[in-house]
Nanobody, 124 residues
Framework: QVQLVESGGGLVQAGDSLRLSCAASGRIFSWYDMGWFRQAPGKEREFVAGISGSGGNTYYADSVKGRFTISRDNANNTVYLQMSSLKPEDTAVYYC?????????????????WGQGTQVTVSS
């Protein structure tokens, strides 16, 4: 079992930056690919960013490429999402997720574990 706890969400203005953190407990953290997803009201949960277990490979949704950066600290069992140039359309609940399989990192159904989510609200 892996437990995931997100933090760092909040209310910001358009153009601001915010860093989300996800602390993991349980099995060896580096075994897991990690992903950030988000869900806006009335919409499906969507992939935002992913990072391989070693941290050597990262993936981004087109909508956040160049603005968001995913990183991980395997020594401290934490994954981060640095968000810059935030837009109102980035408003959503952001979820951290972990997977131990080799399936595609951008697909939410491949993830085994999910956090409870943290709200990010970007005002215009």
């Amino acid at each position: 079992q892996v437990q995931l706890v997100e933090s760092g969400g909040g209310l910001v203005q358009a153009g601001d930056s915010l860093r989300l953190s996800c602390a993991a407990s349980g099995r060896i953290f580096s075994w897991y690919d990690m992903g950030w997803f988000r869900q806006a009201p009335g919409k499906e949960r969507e992939f935002v960013a992913g990072i391989s277990g070693s941290g050597g490979n990262t993936y981004y949704a087109d909508s956040v490429k160049g603005r968001f950066t995913i990183s991980r600290d395997n020594a401290n069992n934490t994954v981060y999402l640095q968000m810059s140039s935030l837009k109102p359309e980035d408003t959503a609940v952001y979820y951290c997720a972990a997977k131990s399989n080799s399936y595609v990192i951008t697909i939410k159904r491949t993830y085994n574990y999910w956090g409870q989510g943290t709200q990010v609200t970007v005002s215009s």
